[in-house]
C-alpha cells in the first residue's frame, strides 16, 4: 500500500476509534488553498463505505466552485461557504469538521461561532491558531518558511505592481518537488488575501468553549515545518 493510502486509512481508522458507537456520523470536509473538494475523494469513499454522511465542501474559486479568484477579497467571503452550510444544520445536530492546511483557518471560525454544531474538529496538516498563535503569526512564519524556496511559481498583481500579489500559481517543478511528490498533480491559483488577514479576521480560541480538536501532521508534507 502506498504512503498516501496509507495516511488516508490512518485518518479514516482514528476517526472510527474515536467515534465507536453504531450511530452514522456526519462528517463535514474542508479543503486547503489552490485545492477542491475533490482532494478528499478517497476519504469520502471510505467514510460513505461505513455508513457514515459526508459533505465535501468547494471554497470560492475551488474545486468546481465558479467564483472568480478575484472576487473572493477578504477572508469573510473565503469562509462564507462553511459559514452557510454550519447555518442550515438543524439545532441540536452535530457535525465532525475535517480540515486540511488554510482550511484550519475556516474550521476556526466556525468553532468560534458554532461550537454548539461540532462534536469534534479535526486539523489535518492544517494551520490552527490558538491564544499565543494568531493568524498574522501563521501567516508571517509561512511567508518566511518559503523565502526563496517557490521555484517556478508565479505571482500576479492584478491591482498594480507597486500593490500585494493578487494571487499566486504553484509552479509544475515546485508542486512535484514540495506537494505532489506521492500525487497527481491537480490545482487552481490560491487567492492571496494573506495580506488582509491581520484588519479584517480575529478567531478567538476563547470562544471555541466546548469542541474537541484533534491534529494529525504528516512528516512528508514540505510546504510547512512541523514547528
Known amino acids: 500500500m502506498d504512503y498516501q493510502r496509507k495516511c488516508w486509512m490512518f485518518m479514516f481508522l482514528m ?11 456526519r462528517f463535514v470536509l474542508i479543503h486547503g488553498s489552490g485545492h477542491g473538494a475533490w482532494c478528499w475523494y ?27 479568484v478575484l472576487d473572493v477579497p477578504t477572508i ?3 469562509f462564507r461557504p462553511l459559514m452557510d452550510f454550519m ?28 461550537s454548539d454544531k461540532i462534536s469534534v474538529s479535526v486539523f489535518v496538516t492544517a494551520l490552527m491558531p490558538g491564544a499565543s ?36 500559481m504553484l509552479g509544475p517543478k515546485y508542486l512535484s518537488v514540495n506537494m505532489y511528490q506521492l500525487s497527481p ?5 490560491k487567492t492571496m488575501m494573506w ?8 478567531i478567538r480560541i476563547g470562544h471555541w468553549r466546548l469542541c474537541w480538536l484533534d491534529q494529525c501532521i504528516c512528516t ?7 514547528n
Open 185 to 189: 498533480i491537480q490545482v487552481k491559483p
Open 15 to 25: 476517526m472510527i476509534v474515536l467515534f465507536q458507537d453504531t450511530n452514522a456520523k
Open 76 to 78: 469573510s467571503n473565503y
Open 195 to 202: 495580506n488582509l488577514l491581520a484588519l479584517r479576521t480575529s
Open 42 to 68: 478517497k476519504l469520502v469513499a471510505l467514510l460513505t463505505s461505513s455508513g457514515h454522511d459526508v459533505a465535501a465542501l468547494d471554497m470560492p474559486a475551488s474545486g468546481i466552485n465558479l467564483q472568480h
Open 87 to 114: 447555518d442550515s444544520i438543524p439545532t441540536r445536530e452535530k457535525v465532525i469538521l475535517v480540515a486540511h492546511s488554510s482550511g484550519g483557518l475556516a474550521v476556526s471560525r466556525a468553532m468560534e461561532r458554532f
Open 133 to 168: 498563535l494568531n493568524v498574522s503569526t501563521l501567516n508571517q512564519e509561512f511567508l518566511r518558511s518559503q523565502q526563496g524556496s517557490l521555484m517556478d511559481s508565479r505571482y500576479s498583481y492584478d491591482n498594480g505592481d507597486d500593490k500585494p500579489p493578487t494571487t499566486l
Open 220 to 226: 512528508l508534507k514540505k510546504i510547512c515545518r512541523e
